[in-house]
């Protein structure tokens, strides 16, 4: 009696361990990952890529700050709007717009 008893904890622990593991390679390392692909996309901002915003505007890079951007919007040079770097999810640089033009 005391000996299935053990063996059953065993399992559940077992059970447990493989729920953990299969968590963290489903959701917390693909999240990691994602994080550092989106740290690396800021680092490598350069004055003249055109970005996008999470609020879907399209823009060009003028100036480049410790946490902020400031971007061009639209054709009107006028229109120059700082911006956090956190709010820019995809980047274009202008060697890979000419390289489609191709």
Not at 37 to 61: E, P
Not at 70 to 82: A, H, L, M, T
Request: some cysteine.
């Amino acid at each position: 009696m005391l000996l299935t008893t053990t063996y059953s904890g065993i399992i559940t622990m077992g059970w447990i361990v493989i729920l953990l593991v299969a968590m963290y390679f489903l959701m917390i390392r693909p999240q990691q990952k994602e994080t550092r692909q989106k740290n690396a996309m800021l680092a490598n901002l350069a004055v003249g890529d055109t970005i996008l915003t999470t609020s879907g505007f399209y823009g060009v890079i003028i100036d480049i700050q410790d946490d902020t951007v400031i971007v061009e919007f639209g054709s009107n040079k006028n229109c120059r709007i700082p911006m956090q770097k956190a709010a820019i999810v995809q980047v274009e640089k202008p060697e890979d717009a000419v390289e489609e033009d191709k």
